[in-house]
């Protein structure tokens, strides 16, 4: 027995729905966030034939989150990739990417990990994003949260649990490298740029260039050269890490490309970078046994 949120064929384990105490946010914002400067080119849209797509509900320890699935349309089980968002929230362009992995044969999840602790879909102030929202986010919450994820879509039977991978843009990407230090079903790792150093707290007691010594799976890192929040010498380090503790890691540097260079709702986007970085994505998801 199976019970359906909403959307057919995009299902979750038969019982009673958990209440969502304490969540601010209980279902996805719609549009462009607009804590971001937007880019005057149209950003690129991704249609949904061919797909089963739209915003489902996850059930997680203390209630549901919101997150957004798309996968091909028929039977499955299909490889799982779990998207983890920027800063700003499952928006148009995070919903965009899981179709995108669709469109590629896979069963693409997005959670809304920052749905405790504010409405992103109101926020206009990155500053007040990071010190309000993501400064207050437990690691610990957000590695349980892509667990009960990863759960959710192989345990719904369209996931295939053995064909496990994660990515994640921005913060996103400092999120990959902890994720993959902390799941040992993953078979692959995809961060697209994202801080590699900074301070710790008592809830974030890790940085991601911390973890390069303790992944569970091979990652591929993606990164702006003109990337401010990610020196050259920290980017040298996660990778000398990783490789002196015997793990598996590629990174690539887009000589003068800055931070965001794949979201293509900014004016950060680079056509050329992202397409790039793309196209390693899928080569690494298939090299890796995803897909």
């Known amino acids: 027995m199976v019970a359906r949120f909403g959307l057919d064929g995009l299902r979750a384990p038969a019982g009673a729905p958990l209440a969502r105490r304490g969540f601010v946010m209980t279902s996805l914002m719609t549009g462009l966030t607009l804590a971001a400067r937007h880019a005057d080119a149209a950003p690129i849209h991704t249609d949904g034939a061919g797909l089963v797509a739209g915003e489902v509900q996850v059930p997680v320890a203390d209630g549901t989150l919101p997150a957004y699935a798309a996968r091909p349309a028929g039977a499955g089980p299909f490889p799982i990739v779990l998207v983890i968002e920027e800063i700003f929230g499952v928006h148009d362009y995070i919903k965009d990417v899981c179709r995108r992995l669709a469109k590629a044969g896979y069963l693409a999840v997005a959670p809304e990990l920052y749905a405790r602790l504010g409405d992103l879909s109101k926020m206009t102030d990155p500053h007040l994003i ?57 078979k692959a790792a995809i961060a697209w740029y994202g801080p590699l150093g900074g301070e710790t707290s008592a809830i974030q007691p890790h940085n991601a260039g911390e973890m390069a010594g303790k992944l569970k799976c091979p990652l591929l890192g993606l990164y702006g050269g003109a990337d401010p929040s990610t020196t050259p010498d920290q980017i040298r380090a996660a990778e000398a890490a990783a490789r002196a503790a015997g793990r598996t890691v590629e990174i690539v540097v887009y000589p003068d490309t800055p931070h965001g260079f794949h979201a293509d709702y900014r004016s950060s986007y680079r056509q050329g970078p992202a397409e790039d970085g793309w196209h390693r994505m899928l080569a690494w998801l298939h090299r890796n046994g995803v897909g």
Do not use: K, M, Q
């Open 130 to 186: 990071v010190r309000d929202v993501i400064s207050r986010a437990p690691d610990a919450t957000i590695l349980s949260d892509l667990d009960a994820t990863a759960a959710w879509a192989s345990g719904n039977g369209d996931g295939d649990p053995r064909h496990l991978a994660v990515t994640g843009f921005c913060r996103g990407g400092r999120d990959v490298w902890l994720y993959a230090a902390h799941n040992p079903s993953l």
